[in-house]
């Protein structure tokens, strides 16, 4: 699990704020790095992502999705509202465990969804850490525009706080995706009373990135097919091109899918046929188990000084 690695690996060493700099540095390359080859071997279902797939196979599913929420959103409004890095990385292990161990992921899939959030902790942590100063700070620093481009204590220490709360927000997340389809959601917010034009805003909009997705991968297709990415000169051609026809498919595969809908008598309300799945001790005392195992990381932070 490289990716989870690298993140815990930038995490603590950036927490220690006399880390010297080159581990800083060797740090967020191994991030990079492990984005770059979680990229490449990114999975995919014909074009779209396979979060609702994950979600429909997940063995989470039989549970109850108000459960979920609910879980998510307490593990959520923990982790970034408590001052501690360590505890932030505790609620992303958590998760994690819950998502791989629980739901029955398959680890590449998962690691291929943490891709493009890799990318934003990677640059979010750099763009925290380094400033520019009248001065370098620490004995380093690079000139730039007449000043210094250098790594403060402080920008060390916010940025270690930054990647470990959006790991550990990124983990909960992750785990309601995909455990928990869309349908099942949309159910659960029209119980509490969200006007239903959010919650159909809300899936058509989910549906129509994918549709983007499906469309793009379709041409990208069938650009290689016709030796579209030989050179890097006819790959710019076909990047380019697949860029300026995209959004035309996009609007015309959209109106396909809304033809469907009248044609399956759509009325401006979209319905899902859900099955109730109670709420059980077990759900309860596993949810109830990791929310404590979380708290107790954060008070035995506290009472020994750390976090």
């Known amino acids: 699990m490289l990716i989870t690695i690298g993140a815990l690996l930038l995490g603590l060493v950036l927490l220690w704020e006399r880390a010297a700099l080159p581990w800083f540095l060797a740090a967020e390359a191994v991030l990079a790095l492990a984005g770059v080859m979680m990229a490449r071997c990114a999975h995919s279902h014909g074009g779209m992502l396979s979060i609702d797939v994950c979600a429909h196979q997940s063995r989470l599913l039989g549970w109850n999705a108000g459960g979920k929420l609910l879980f998510t959103a307490v593990m ?13 990385l505790a609620v992303f292990g958590i998760t994690t465990l819950l998502t791989l ?35 370098p700070a620490g004995g380093w620093g690079v000139p730039l525009f007449g000043m210094y481009l250098t790594v403060t204590e402080s920008g060390r220490r916010e940025a270690a706080l930054l990647i470990c709360r959006s790991a550990g927000a990124v983990g909960c997340l992750l ?36 549709i983007l997705l499906d469309a793009a991968f379709a041409m990208q297709q069938a650009a290689e097919s016709r030796l579209g990415y030989r050179t890097l000169r006819t790959g710019l051609r076909s990047y380019t091109r697949i860029a300026s026809s995209l959004l035309s498919a996009s609007f015309r595969r959209a109106s396909e899918n809304f033809d469907a809908m009248e044609a399956r008598c759509y009325d401006g309300e979209i319905r899902f046929l859900t099955r109730q799945k109670p709420f059980t001790a077990v759900q309860a005392g596993c949810f109830a188990g990791c929310a404590v195992l979380a708290a107790g990381v954060w008070a035995l932070l506290r009472i020994g000084g750390a976090g």
């Open 76 to 88: 959520l409004f923990f982790t970034i509202s408590v001052d501690s890095a360590l505890t932030a």
């Open 101 to 135: 161990a629980g739901g029955r992921v398959k680890p590449h899939i998962y690691l291929s969804c943490l891709t493009l959030p890799l990318g934003f902790l990677l640059l979010g942590s750099l763009t925290v850490a380094f400033e520019l100063l009248q001065e």
């Open 175 to 210: 785990f309601l995706s995909l455990s928990t389809p869309v349908g099942e959601l949309v159910a659960v917010f029209r119980k509490l009373r969200i006007p239903a034009v959010v919650t159909e805003l809300m899936y058509l909009i989910y549906r129509y990135i994918f």
